[in-house]
């Protein structure tokens, strides 16, 4: 809901707040940018303007730039308001607008929030609420409603920002992704199957403000039209969270050594299989300066998301492997991966099934998985990694292939 007269929408962050004067200023003009490109990438204009611990979006068209702000990382909530004098008289007539253009009937609260020195104001937070409370009862009563009060929790809910030049007046919060402005850490490799997890994983670090460089490891003939696809359409989802950044899926050709892979391991092929990929996404985070491998693993969720299996695996490479889902349920997974977009491309079954041995391992010991493996798999997924492509956003698929073409 816009207040009447809305041309500037309030963006709040919260955790750039605690840092340094220099660390937090730097992440706020990151944020600025960000959103700026969000903007731009939308089609909405607006100019975005710095203050402090907060960005102020000036526009004709509030409620594009609230859904483009609340689409951002680094932002807590974003509000559509407008602008009056800092008064009590010019609050409380705002309000008193704002009331008959949006309160029908029901309870209703004022909630003000007063910053400054005190001599920039003669008045308190608690006189706003009292004044412009009276000024929505008054507009109610003259529209033949009759107003209720509820401050714990109100049907309507009138809030009022008073800073020392201006005041603002909004009738929401909308709330955004919170973290940390993308691009204010190093950039990672996020392992993308197209299930339902990893494009939550690689949500989540980017929402901790690290830019992901999505790789899908191909399975040639075990994978499959469907398997690939639904990486690319969910990477593209992602794409939408960082329209200023290069966030193309990129796909490692590793059909034939997951086919060796498949002849030569039964014991364990699932964790070799692994062990591959997480080969292949080290040497491309060299050649591409990442610091670490995103994967959407949860403890227990498969055989080979054992606590004991998640070590053989990581032992592959000498990067961290990030897990934010760690701990995270699969239903919670499916209700984020709904909210922020990519759960509809994530529900077709993956071609790796065919890949799973008839008895899987599910507490592997390092030095046997290593026994069984090919002596030269980091040769192969080095190799694997210098063919590695990017795929364009309009790739068509090639059914007789079983990938993007």
Same mark, same amino acid.
């Given at each position: 809901?816009?207040?009447?007269?809305?041309?500037?929408?309030?963006?709040?962050?919260?955790?750039?707040?605690?840092?340094?004067?220099?660390?937090?200023?730097?992440?706020?003009?990151?944020?600025?940018?960000?959103? *700026?490109?969000?903007? *731009?990438?939308?089609?909405?204009?607006?100019?975005?303007?710095?203050?402090?611990?907060?960005?102020?979006?000036?526009?004709?068209?509030?409620?594009?730039?609230?859904?483009?702000?609340?689409?951002?990382?680094?932002?807590?909530?974003?509000?559509?308001?407008?602008?009056?004098?800092?008064?009590?008289?010019?609050?409380?007539?705002? +309000?008193?607008?704002?009331?008959?253009?949006?309160?029908?009937?029901?309870?209703?609260?004022?909630?003000?929030?007063?910053?400054?020195?005190?001599?920039?104001?003669?008045?308190?937070?608690?006189?706003? @609420?009292?004044?412009?409370?009276?000024?929505?009862?008054?507009?109610?009563?003259?529209?033949?409603?009759?107003?209720?009060?509820?401050?714990?929790?109100?049907?309507?809910?009138?809030?009022?920002?008073?800073?020392?030049?201006?005041?603002? +007046?909004?009738?929401?919060?909308?709330?955004?992704?919170?973290?940390?402005?993308?691009?204010?850490?190093?950039?990672?490799?996020?392992?993308?199957?197209?299930?339902?997890?990893?494009?939550?994983?690689?949500?989540?670090?980017?929402?901790?403000?690290?830019?992901?460089?999505? +790789?899908?490891?191909?399975?040639?003939?075990?994978?499959?039209?469907?398997?690939?696809?639904?990486?690319?359409?969910?990477?593209?989802?992602?794409?939408?969270?960082?329209?200023?950044?290069?966030?193309?899926?990129?796909?490692?050709?590793?059909?034939?050594?997951?086919?060796?892979?498949?002849?030569?391991?039964?014991?364990?092929?699932?964790?070799?299989?692994?062990?591959?990929?997480?080969?292949?996404?080290?040497?491309?985070?060299?050649?591409?300066?990442?610091?670490?491998?995103?994967?959407?693993?949860?403890?227990?969720?498969?055989?080979?998301?054992?606590?004991?299996?998640?070590?053989?695996?990581?032992? *592959?490479?000498?990067?961290?492997?990030?897990?934010?889902?760690?701990?995270?349920?699969?239903?919670?997974?499916?209700?984020?991966?709904?909210?922020?977009?990519?759960?509809?491309?994530?529900?077709?079954?993956?071609?790796?099934?065919?890949?799973?041995?008839?008895?899987?391992?599910?507490?592997?010991? +390092?030095?046997?998985?290593? @026994?069984?493996?090919?002596?030269?798999?980091?040769?192969?997924?080095?190799?694997?990694?210098?063919?590695?492509?990017?795929?364009? @956003?309009?790739?068509?698929?090639?059914?007789?292939?079983?990938?993007?073409?």
């Amino acid at each position: 809901m816009q207040p009447p007269g809305a041309d500037v929408v309030v963006v709040r962050h919260g955790e750039i707040g605690t840092k340094s004067n220099h660390v937090g200023t730097k992440m706020e003009r990151q944020l600025r940018e960000n959103l *700026a490109s969000m903007l *731009a990438d939308r089609g909405v204009d607006g100019e975005v303007e710095q203050r402090r611990l907060r960005l102020l979006v000036h526009t004709d068209d509030p409620e594009g730039a609230t859904a483009a702000a609340a689409d951002t990382f680094g932002v807590v909530s974003a509000s559509p308001a407008s602008r009056v004098e800092p008064t009590l008289d010019a609050i409380a007539e705002g +309000l008193r607008e704002a009331a008959r253009e949006h309160y029908d009937g029901g309870t209703f609260a004022v909630s003000a929030r007063r910053a400054g020195e005190e001599s920039a104001h003669p008045f308190a937070s608690t006189d706003i @609420e009292r004044e412009g409370g009276s000024a929505v009862w008054e507009a109610a009563e003259a529209a033949g409603i009759e107003p209720e009060v509820d401050l714990d929790d109100p049907d309507t809910e009138f809030f009022v920002d008073c800073r020392a030049e201006e005041a603002f +007046l909004f009738l929401e919060k909308r709330s955004g992704p919170g973290g940390l402005p993308l691009g204010t850490q190093d950039p990672m490799i996020a392992l993308m199957s197209g299930g339902i997890d990893s494009p939550v994983a690689a949500w989540e670090v980017m929402k901790r403000g690290v830019p992901v460089i999505p +790789l899908y490891v191909a399975l040639g003939d075990y994978g499959g039209v469907d398997n690939r696809a639904r990486a690319v359409s969910t990477t593209e989802t992602l794409a939408g969270y960082a329209p200023d950044r290069d966030v193309r899926l990129r796909i490692a050709p590793g059909g034939d050594a997951v086919a060796d892979i498949a002849d030569a391991v039964e014991v364990g092929r699932m964790l070799v299989l692994r062990r591959f990929m997480f080969m292949v996404a080290e040497a491309v985070a060299e050649a591409r300066g990442a610091v670490g491998i995103v994967t959407g693993e949860s403890i227990g969720q498969k055989s080979s998301q054992t606590s004991a299996n998640l070590a053989v695996t990581s032992a *592959a490479v000498d990067l961290p492997v990030h897990r934010p889902l760690v701990t995270v349920d699969k239903t919670d997974i499916t209700h984020r991966a709904d909210d922020i977009g990519t759960f509809h491309e994530s529900t077709i079954p993956a071609g790796c099934d065919r890949l799973a041995p008839e008895y899987p391992e599910t507490r592997a010991r +390092l030095a046997d998985i290593e @026994e069984r493996e090919p002596d030269d798999l980091r040769e192969r997924a080095r190799a694997v990694a210098a063919a590695v492509e990017p795929v364009a @956003e309009s790739a068509a698929v090639d059914p007789e292939e079983g990938e993007t073409a």
